[in-house]
């Protein structure tokens, strides 16, 4: 009988399955993980200066004068 129809004997029903199905979804999560990585970086998440980050902790009151001092003399600041 042959053709290509859904049962072919060149396989390419498997093939179109396969990329539904695996394909489709696998890319799908590259390019979530592709996308966040870059708004994390662009909101500043990744690679984030640590120094304002410990004055506001010390504005909250979360952390003494002593040990905001010893943290910036740690980071060299």
Avoid: C
Avoid at 10 to 36: C, E, K, S
Avoid at 54 to 76: F, M, T, V
């Amino acid at each position: 009988m042959g053709g290509f129809g859904m049962h072919s004997p060149w396989g390419t029903d498997g093939l179109l399955h396969m990329l539904m199905f695996r394909g489709i979804p696998l890319f799908q999560v590259v390019v979530a993980a592709v996308m966040a990585g870059r708004v994390w970086k662009a909101r500043g998440v990744l690679g984030a200066n640590p120094l304002p980050i410990i004055r506001k902790r010390y504005a909250r009151g979360e952390i003494d004068a002593e040990e905001l001092e010893e943290r910036q003399r740690k980071l060299g600041r």
